[in-house]
């Protein structure tokens, strides 16, 4: 008789012993394989997780990039506006216009009207909106009054530029805007014609107070105010709007015009570029401050969820760390027991083998090869029980993009590939002692025994 007939008679004969073997084989597989497929999981969750969050925060700071994009430019357009609203804040003179002069009496220097057209033509880029202008403090006599008379025509505009719409309204021939206090004291209203120096003028418009000269000003038409005057095509002043420059503007502004004006000053008005600076950063930093807050906030998110995972991953691996080798230590004394058992209950046959012929290294090995059958049928249960129960408690169950990723590291397939072999192994650890003492019995003795 040979030694597997023995094993398979054996196997069948002792079912209920069998059983419970491959059992505590299967436990000890299934626990190493799904603590094993569980930790990977973990980490495979993790990456998948972080990388989903990461998307949704890298679109959620695209839509915040866009919105505070769409925002600032907003907030820019309505500071840009409001700003406008401070008027020209450049003003390009003569040299020889005294600045303690046009302080305390106003412009009294000319220079060729032909200069703005000259500004218009050039290539110049730090600033906007030129105006040429005459100003004079003058008698109005009909009103008996003295008024600040200014006249101005359309802007003159930078060819290599796109058109923008003007600051200041171009006052029409025969027409005359007045300030507040002017259509105030004498009650005129828009529509009224009025005489100025002997012309007939209709008033097209009547400023609201400003609380500034503005308020004791006429505007009329630059050519019928040269003529008044006696400036034809002279004027005394070129108006602009710095544009947004950088750093030192009036520096940059002053050098650019005198290129192209050598006998000409610039002088800023402090105060209003100092607002429309301080509008411009403002816009500026809000925008910025909104985005910093969307991609702080997304970086937070992202550190939570990853702390959670990795904490989550600890609990895991500490459980395995102490639930695996008590496991597979119960499985090799259940085993053993099992084997030292089987060798009690089987003297009197492993007796009666012995006598027949049966040498102590056959009998040593019925109960190896017994044992492999348990670890083999153990490990095969045991890798699809615990590969099962790791997917499960993984939460992979029904994810079958991320499944592939189990295995992309190597480590549970070769866990899974040395299962079978742990397995054996065990087995054949745990039955070796019984096998040895089975192996071992007189057979005389055994057969006197009985």
Known sequence: ???????????????????????????????????QTLLRADRVITGHVLEQKQS??????????????????????????????LGFNILILPKEQSRSELLLNGMTATMPESYVDKLGQS??????????????????????????????????????????????????????????????????????????QKQEFTISAI?????????????????????????????NAILA????????????????????LPGIQVIEKYSQALARAEARTKAKEVAESALEQEQESGQATILREEQGRRQLEQQHAGFAAVMVPLVLVGSAVTIFLL?????????????????????SRQIMLVFLSKA??????????????????????????????????????????FT???APVLAIVLTGIASWIPALLAARQDPALVLQGA
């Open 339 to 359: 084997a030292l058992a089987n060798a009690r209950e089987r003297t009197e046959e492993i007796g009666i083998l012995r006598a027949i012929g049966l040498k």
């Open 123 to 196: 290539d110049i880029v730090t600033v906007n909106h030129l105006l040429p202008s005459v100003t004079r403090r003058v008698l109005w006599p009909e009103q008996d009054r003295e008024v600040i008379l200014i006249g101005t025509r359309g802007e003159v505009p930078i060819q290599h530029r796109e058109l923008k719409k003007p600051l200041l309204a171009e006052v029409a021939e025969g027409r005359m805007v007045v300030g507040y206090e002017i259509g105030k004291d004498p009650g005129l209203k828009v529509g009224d014609t009025v005489t100025f």
């Open 241 to 260: 709007l710095e544009c947004d420059c950088a750093g030192d503007r009036i520096s940059a502004i002053r050098a650019e015009i005198e290129a192209i």
């Open 56 to 85: 949704q925060v890298a679109q959620a700071i695209a839509a915040r990039e866009e919105a505070v994009k769409q925002a600032g430019a907003d907030l820019e357009d309505a500071m840009r506006k409001h700003m406008l609203g």
């Open 1 to 35: 008789m040979t030694v597997w007939r023995l094993v398979i008679r054996e196997i069948c004969h002792r079912k209920l012993s069998f059983l419970m073997g491959v059992l505590s084989v299967t436990t000890a597989v299934a626990c190493l394989v799904g603590a």
């Open 372 to 413: 492999t059958v348990i670890g083999c049928v153990g490990a095969l249960l045991g890798i699809g029980l615990g590969f099962w129960v790791g997917w499960s408690l993984g939460g992979l169950s029904g994810d079958r993009l991320v499944s592939p990723q189990l295995f992309i590291s190597g480590d549970l397939m």
């Open 416 to 418: 899974i590939a040395t």
């Open 207 to 235: 400023h609201p107070e400003r609380g500034s000269t503005d308020d004791v000003t006429v505007w009329i038409n630059l050519r019928q105010a040269q003529e008044l005057l006696g400036m034809q095509n002279l004027i």
